[in-house]
């Protein structure tokens, strides 16, 4: 669907915005489900939405179009690990924008104003998780200027039948 940007808004979550916020967690697990076989089955809540919107050192966002919200995406301040050069940085979840509305740079206009929150914060550094294997979301990061700097790997070693000697 072609979007009119200025029918869009960009605005702060609000306790009225959990149930649809709660919609998107779900199809975001339903998403990621192929790329983790480690996620149990049923429903998943990575996190309580309303404890992000509470919380001082996070930033939840939704992509309101035409009085309907239609995307998220959050921002929080985390410390480093005490070996990095910065002490704090900003890592950025719960990005996901509705099928029918991609492609018109809506995660990109999301993703820039929760960096510019984070730059508020006076800090540099933004982070986030994507699957390797989900190709489209690593392309849109890439092309939002971010880098892959660690692959989390995971091996199976139960013991089957075979094993036995």
Same mark, same amino acid.
């Given at each position: 669907?072609?979007?009119?940007?200025?029918?869009?808004?960009?605005?702060?979550?609000?306790?009225?915005?959990?149930?649809?916020?709660? !919609?998107?967690?779900?199809?975001?697990?339903?998403?990621?489900?192929?790329?983790?076989?480690?996620?149990?089955?049923?429903?998943?809540?990575?996190?309580?939405?309303?404890?992000?919107?509470?919380?001082?050192?996070?930033?939840?966002?939704?992509?309101?179009?035409?009085?309907?919200?239609?995307?998220?995406?959050?921002?929080?301040?985390?410390?480093?690990?005490?070996?990095?050069?910065?002490?704090?940085?900003?890592?950025?979840?719960?990005?996901?924008?509705?099928?029918?509305?991609?492609?018109?740079?809506?995660?990109?206009?999301?993703?820039?104003?929760?960096?510019?929150?984070?730059?508020?914060?006076?800090?540099?550094?933004?982070?986030?998780?994507?699957?390797?294997?989900? !190709?489209?979301?690593?392309?849109?990061?890439?092309?939002?200027?971010?880098?892959?700097?660690?692959?989390?790997?995971?091996?199976?070693?139960?013991?089957?039948?075979?094993?036995?000697?």
């Amino acid at each position: 669907m072609d979007v009119n940007t200025k029918d869009i808004a960009i605005r702060r979550a609000t306790n009225a915005d959990l149930p649809k916020l709660g !919609e998107f967690l779900q199809f975001l697990v339903e998403a990621e489900r192929p790329f983790d076989p480690t996620l149990k089955e049923g429903k998943i809540f990575y996190y309580d939405i309303q404890e992000l919107i509470l919380d001082e050192k996070t930033e939840v966002l939704v992509i309101d179009y035409k009085n309907q919200v239609i995307g998220c995406g959050y921002a929080q301040i985390r410390s480093a690990k005490h070996y990095q050069k910065h002490t704090l940085f900003g890592y950025l979840g719960f990005m996901y924008v509705n099928p029918e509305f991609r492609g018109n740079g809506l995660n990109n206009l999301l993703l820039n104003d929760l960096k510019k929150w984070v730059l508020s914060q006076g800090i540099t550094e933004v982070r986030l998780e994507v699957y390797h294997e989900n !190709e489209p979301a690593v392309k849109a990061y890439e092309k939002a200027g971010f880098k892959s700097i660690l692959t989390t790997m995971r091996c199976d070693i139960t013991p089957t039948d075979n094993d036995s000697h």
